[in-house]
Every structure is written in C-alpha cells, then in structure tokens.
C-alpha cells in the first residue's frame, strides 16, 4: 500500500493483512524510537505484513498538566514525515483526548483490536506506559496479548555514551545549545524548514545578508549563533552557512525569536523558497552590543569561525 497517515483510529482503514504496530509518543524520533519501529518494519517485511505507527497528539502532559505541557521537539506533521521516511506503511496520530485517556489499561489492547482488526503484533518501548492512571506496563501487555493472540515485542532503551537515549534528554541539549550532542542522539542534524520571508534588510546593510524564518518550535533550542548548513530545492547539497536564532537585541529587542540565516557564499534562494536550516554546532549565546559597528564586528569574527569549522578560506 502507498504510505498513509490517519487522524485517527476510527479513520484508519487498513488492508486485510497482519498489522505489526509500534507504538509511542515517539517525539524527536530518536535512535530509541527508531528501533521500536525497525523492529515493527523488519517483522512485517518476513511476514508479509504490515507495518504501522500509533502515535499520539497532544502529549498527555497538555491534558494533565495544561500549565506546564511538555515541550515537543517536532510538531506532528514533521514527526509524521520522520516516520514515514523510516519506511512503514501507516501512521494513526490519535487524538489524545479525556475519553481516551479514561480507557482502563487491561481493556486497551481490546479497544485497539476492535478498531484494527487485522493487528498481529505490537512493538513498545521497555518502560512503556499505557491505560488509565498509566497502570499498565510491558507485562500487562504481554499478558493480554497472549489472551487475544497478538504478540508483544519490548525493545531496551539504546544507549549513548553510557546513558539511554531519552526526547527528554534531547530536549535538555537542545535548550542548553549542545546540538551537535542531539543530532547524535536523535540520529539526524536537528533542524528548522520553512519559508523565506522578508526581514528589515538590515543583514544585508552589515554586509551579511540572511535568509529569515519565521519558525516557531514548541521547544525552543538556546538563543545564539550556530555553525549551520542550508538546504532547499535551488541547492544540489547543503549549503555552509551561520546562522543566529534570537531577539535581536541590538537593533529592537522582538518578543518572539526569529532565526537568520547567512550562507558563506552564493546564496541560490529568494523569499518564499522552502528551506531547511540543519544545526551542527553552538558558537555563542546571544549578546546585546553597543551598537551596529560592534554587531557588524562580531558577526564577522562568527563568520570566520563558521568558515573554520568547515575548513574554507
């Protein structure tokens, strides 16, 4: 089947073959996430089957915790194109809703079969949660899936660096600007996309002209300057590039940051090109200066030191 992304489990209309889902919040789709999902794909593929994906939306944090949500890495359309690029043939984003989450955890497997009824297996993470009041664990799960003929599949967190792999931890690197750090762990450089739009010009007045995003993240990475790279439909690879995501302190400070985006070298876009601006490396925190002469200054010592990470004159 070609790949399908459903709102919902009561709109997923699947073919009449053996369903091997994942499933999870699956933020970030990091290395942990992925072998949940691998392991799905490479049973479904000796098998025959099918090969899907059941995350969730919001986050559960958003309806018990409304003042303090967790903050998301990727919004669901990107965490959505992560999966399918993984290679499954569905994706159910489900509602997370009361309702849903009042289901009794020994009644879910039971809830999920009514509405999948080809379901053949499920694949979770090891401390995966389910139910309401998050009673249920990995052994529940085994143990109604053996009463309902499907098979259950727990994947251990993957380690880096001695330490599981975790979106929370991620998002601790990301908010603390080690993004190098993330990409490792999300095992993909973190990145921004969206359309160019217009700005005050007031890089290209400095003598460094940039590409604007207005690019709104749930979880916003630390304010500053980073080694990026700049890919878009005019590029035939990524493009060296520094790039500065703040509130431009210096010239009127703004209340929502923005990122700007300076290629070292001949820049191929124009407004309302998509881009997307992969982040590789932390240079500085965002500083308020004294004025455009000090700004200018400084922009050019991050220029050179984006030139040096990537090796050119």
């Known amino acids: 089947m070609k790949p399908t992304v459903f709102s919902s489990l009561e709109t997923a209309q699947l073919p009449a073959r053996p369903l091997h889902l994942a499933i999870g919040i699956f933020d970030g789709v990091h290395l942990g996430h992925r072998a949940v ?19 969730f939306h919001p986050h559960p944090s958003v309806l018990f915790r409304p003042d303090q949500p967790t903050r998301m890495i990727t919004e669901l359309s990107t965490k959505t194109r992560l999966l399918l690029r993984l290679g499954v043939d569905a994706v159910i984003a489900q509602p997370f809703t009361p309702e849903f989450a009042r289901i009794e955890a020994r009644g879910f497997l039971p809830w ?86 217009s700005g005050r010009r007031l890089g290209r007045t400095l003598g460094f002209p940039t590409l604007n995003l207005d690019w709104a993240p ?70 308020k200066f004294a004025g455009l002469d000090e700004l200018q200054s400084q922009i050019a010592r991050d220029v050179g030191e984006a030139l040096r990470h990537f090796s050119l004159p």
């Not at 089957?49 to 995350?55: E, I, S």
């Not at 995501?245 to 090109?273: I, K, M, W």
């Open 112 to 197: 999920l079969r009514e509405r999948l009824p080809g379901l053949s297996a499920i694949y979770v993470g090891q401390n995966w949660r389910f139910g309401a009041g998050r009673k249920g664990d990995v052994a529940l799960l085994v143990e109604e899936g053996r009463r309902l003929g499907i098979s259950v599949f727990s994947a251990p967190p993957v380690n880096y660096d001695g330490e599981p792999v975790s979106s929370t931890r991620i998002r601790d690197l990301l908010e603390s600007g080690e993004v190098a750090a993330a990409g490792a762990l999300l095992g993909y450089q973190y990145y921004a996309e969206g359309p160019v739009v």
């Open 37 to 55: 999902v691998e392991a799905a794909l490479q049973s479904a593929r000796r098998s025959g089957g099918l090969a899907g994906v059941l995350t």
């Open 218 to 287: 749930d979880l916003r990475p630390r304010l500053g300057v980073y080694v990026a790279r700049v890919s878009g439909p005019k590029s035939m690879s990524p493009l060296p590039a520094v790039a500065n995501y703040g509130l431009r302190p210096t010239v009127g400070e703004a209340s929502v940051p923005r990122l700007e985006t300076h290629v070292l070298g001949a820049c191929p876009f124009n407004q309302g090109d998509l881009i997307t601006v992969e982040w590789l490396r932390f240079i500085r925190p965002e500083i």
